[in-house]
């Protein structure tokens, strides 16, 4: 069960240049999510996509643009990069059921260092 | 400020203590849940609470959702050293799909 992919797993960049993370689900799940994970500030929404077509800024959007290419896959794409953009970012979906809630499915993460 | 505010942020304990963390917020949730996250690795989800006043355990967990739906509480009952990690709650609020986080508490608990 492959779950939640993303890639890559490390990155380091130069300020300014840009890259693209990936990321891929294999549950047929409608939502997707981006977020950061920096020390001491838990897991922050940057954008998220309630279903194939739409995408919605969270808390933390600026720098960041995404791309709902399919039900499948989600992509977040840093134009140019800043030393504030250094983090761990995490991919995931989920699937609203009655009466269960929204559970989230992470992927491993990406960790992103821009120098 | 965040949308949850989870306390304590750190916790140290001894082996075979208990101990309560918090999740608080000003808004209502349709659903919260309880993660723990290891160094390393993404979060893995706890439990998911659904209903006010809900109450779930799971083992020496007891997980508990506000009245209001505004706040939850995770009580560990004599903690082991392989408790240690990073408690996270999170939830979407009611008529929003945006899933959000706290902060995390980060506990220890030495042998």
């Known amino acids: 069960n492959a779950g939640v992919t993303q890639t890559p797993k490390f990155q380091v960049l130069k300020t300014g240049q840009s890259m693209t993370l990936q990321c891929a689900q294999d549950?047929?799940?409608?939502?997707m999510y981006w977020y950061r994970q920096d020390p001491g500030m838990g897991l922050r929404l940057i954008y998220y996509?309630?279903?194939?077509?739409?995408?919605d800024k969270g808390e933390v959007p600026n720098g960041y643009n995404v791309s709902r290419l399919n039900k499948r896959e989600f992509s977040l794409r840093l134009e140019s990069a800043a030393p504030s953009q250094t983090s761990v970012y995490f991919c995931?979906?989920?699937?609203?059921?009655?009466?269960?809630?929204?559970?989230?499915?992470f992927g491993e993460g990406s960790w992103l260092t821009v120098v | 400020t965040q949308l949850l505010e989870q306390s304590p942020q750190f916790l140290s304990i001894q082996e075979g203590e208990n101990l309560t963390v918090y999740c608080n917020s000003s808004?209502?949730?349709?659903?919260l849940q309880w993660y723990r996250q290891e160094p390393g690795e993404g979060p893995v989800l706890l439990v998911t609470?659904?209903?006010?006043?809900e109450v779930k355990k799971l083992k020496r967990l007891t997980f508990q959702f506000g009245d209001a739906r505004k706040d939850s509480s995770l009580h560990i009952t004599a903690a082991q050293p392989g408790d240690t990690g990073l408690y996270l709650c999170?939830?979407?609020?009611?008529?929003?799909?945006?899933?959000?986080f706290g902060a995390g508490t980060r506990l220890t608990v030495k042998p």
């Open positions: 549950m047929n799940h409608n939502s």
């Open positions: 995931a979906s989920s699937e609203v059921r009655p009466n269960s809630g929204n559970t989230i499915y």
């Open positions: 999170a939830g979407a609020r009611v008529g929003n799909n945006d899933m959000r």
């Open positions: 808004s209502v949730f349709s659903s």
């Open positions: 609470v659904v209903t006010g006043g």
């Open positions: 996509s309630a279903s194939e077509g739409t995408t």
